[in-house]
């Protein structure tokens, strides 16, 4: 299935978007993993930056880093890892749900066999 937007005649921002995962290319990302940019910043009509599925391979990590006006969602999908937030570590697994305020350095290392995956959502927000 590629890209499809509904309902020709509407504002290209009031339709729909259906978009194959399949369809995405995988990228590296700026702080070391690979992502598939699933939703732009642009296609949305809220504070939503991206939606993006990560991968991180193992032994790999996306690096410590911080956003100024931004926060991030992480939905485990498959795998285990080290997530560190701030001088907290902790360890995460599929399933689990995180919410990483503007300001706090971050970073997650595959602690597994396996490939780590995640959706990573970027909102949003005044600065702090």
Known sequence: M????????????????I??????PLEPTRHGALKRVLLH????????????????????????????????????????????LGEQSLTVREGDCLLVPPLLPHEITNAGSLPLRFLCFGIAVDQP
């Open 2 to 17: 590629a890209d499809q937007n509904h309902s020709s005649s509407a504002p290209k921002l009031l339709q729909p978007l």
């Open 41 to 84: 910043r642009e296609e949305a009509l809220s504070t939503l930056c991206f939606v993006n599925e990560v991968e991180v391979a193992p032994g790999e990590s996306i690096h410590s880093h911080a956003h100024e006006t931004m926060q991030e969602v992480f939905y485990l999908l498959e795998g285990e890892g080290l997530m560190t």
């Open 19 to 24: 978009r194959a995962r399949e369809t995405v």
